[in-house]
């Protein structure tokens, strides 16, 4: 795996969070009517599940009443019976020929659960960043970091450090040291690169861990380690 394959493989992976999460939030029912609030209701339609948008159409007479209208009148009863089955929590009305949700205001009640639920779902699409050690003695911040991220099934460890990457000496004190693209574990143990403690690059190597080293000091390099733009060194199983 190319550092440029890591990168792209990450960024599309943090890309796809954030989509998931702006449709999840969309989901979340205030006072407000809004189509997107069907998007994650499916239909029981001749013995296959289908998403409600794709059966009816959606509109907005007004602010708080969202009308479906299905294609196909046959599926006014399974459609009635997805959305009551839902977790939306309104009672649909059916005349005939469209499908009626009125959507009353919020209570206090109801706004307090509303924090709770976007504060749960934002949880589910974060990225985490952890920047201390446990203050155990024996073990140091970057083996603590590296457990952590083992435990939470991280997909990189991202080191910021106060220089731009791996190099073949103290860039600080030796101006002829060249930086690496990228490096496997291997070498930097060999080598006794200063990358992190011996115990934290073994943990990756052996747990398959990439590691990304990087100067956190230079203004938005925190963005783009995490948005996966390539910078600094790639510490990983493959060639150095």
């Not at 990439?210 to 600094?232: A, K, L, Q, S, T």
Request: glycine residues 8%; charged residues 25%; contains cysteine.
């Amino acid at each position: 795996m190319t550092v440029e394959t890591s990168l792209a493989d990450a960024t599309d992976k943090m890309q796809k969070a954030v989509g998931h999460l702006k449709e999840d939030l969309a989901s979340i029912r205030t006072g407000r009517a809004a189509p997107a609030l069907l998007n994650r209701i499916t239909v029981e339609y001749y013995g296959a599940p289908v998403p409600l948008n794709q059966l009816a159409s959606i509109n907005v007479p007004e602010p708080r009443l969202l009308q479906v209208a299905p294609f196909d009148k046959n599926a006014m009863a399974a459609i009635e019976k997805a959305i009551q089955s839902s977790d939306l929590g309104i009672t649909p009305s059916n005349d005939g020929n469209v499908i009626r949700l009125a959507f009353p205001p919020l209570t206090e009640e109801r706004r307090k659960e509303l924090v709770r639920s976007v504060h749960h779902r934002a949880e589910e699409g974060r990225v985490v960043i952890f920047a201390a050690g446990l203050g155990v003695p024996f073990f140091s911040t970057d083996t603590c970091a590296a457990q952590r991220a083992l435990e939470i099934h991280a997909e990189a460890l991202l080191k910021g450090t106060m220089v731009d990457g791996v190099y073949t000496a103290d860039p600080h004190v030796d101006p002829s040291a060249s930086r690496f693209d990228q490096i496997a574990y291997v070498d930097v143990l060999r080598e006794g690169y200063q990358v992190m403690d011996a115990t934290a690059i073994s943990l990756c190597m052996e747990n398959k861990l990439p590691i990304v080293v990087f100067d956190y000091r230079e203004e938005g390099n925190i963005r783009r380690v995490v948005m996966g733009e390539p910078i600094g060194t790639l510490v990983h199983g493959g060639v150095g």
